[in-house]
């Protein structure tokens, strides 16, 4: 079964990253970052800035998560966490190291990093899926959405080609899990079935 990964519904808007020094904020002043390059499945670009990162809580509440989430939903991992996606994904993902972490106004050294999947797969069930189209045609988003059980390219993890979503494999999903890492409300794990249901209470 393919998966989606996003931040679970009623995760803690103060555990919701920004890419600069306040709330919501999409870009980082003074840079030339930009996020619609992490959900694009593709490699970072290599002359692209890495962004600053603003969480409005405490420092000591951060720090308690293995799996935040970044405007887009854009996961930003913890070293145990990196470490591990890294041993079962490594060619499929790149671990980012933003330009600072800041947790309502105080620096976090800890290890946290940017994940971008440089991988585009195509897993929408179209048969099934309702679209939101454009004048020309171009998909905008799904009304409804259903994801293949299994797609071509599908291994661990993926961007969805069409409507850009983080995919996961649920064997790597069920890894996580049982290695414990934490996330608040939980690691945002979904079957995209029409509409997004929680897989094993993890969202």
């Known amino acids: 079964m393919i998966l989606s990964w996003k931040a679970p519904i009623y995760h803690s808007e103060t555990l919701l990253g920004s890419y600069d020094a306040e709330i919501g904020s999409y870009e980082t002043a003074g840079s030339n970052f930009d996020y619609l390059s992490l959900l694009s499945g593709e490699p970072y670009p290599a002359d692209m800035d890495r962004p600053k990162i603003f969480f409005p809580c405490q420092k000591k509440k951060l720090l308690a998560y293995d799996c935040l989430w970044l405007l887009g939903d854009i996961p930003l991992v913890s070293e145990r966490l990196a470490d591990f996606l890294m041993q079962k994904a490594n060619h ?112």
């Not at 499929?92 to 990093?113: F, M, T, W």
């Not at 905008?140 to 299994?150: G, M, Q, R």
């Open 92 to 203: 499929h993902i790149q671990l980012l190291k933003p330009a600072s972490i800041a947790a309502n106004g105080e620096a976090v050294d800890d290890g946290y990093y940017i994940v971008n999947v440089a991988q585009a797969i195509s897993a929408v069930d179209h048969s099934k899926s309702v679209p939101e189209l454009s004048d020309s045609g171009t998909i905008l988003y799904f009304n409804e959405i259903w994801l293949h059980d299994t797609a071509a390219g599908m291994d661990g993890i993926a961007r969805e080609r069409d409507s850009g979503d983080l995919l996961i494999s649920q064997d790597l999903a069920d890894a996580m899990i049982e290695n414990r890492f934490k996330g608040d409300k939980g690691l945002g794990f979904y079957i995209a079935n029409q509409s997004f249901t929680p897989y094993k209470n993890q969202a």
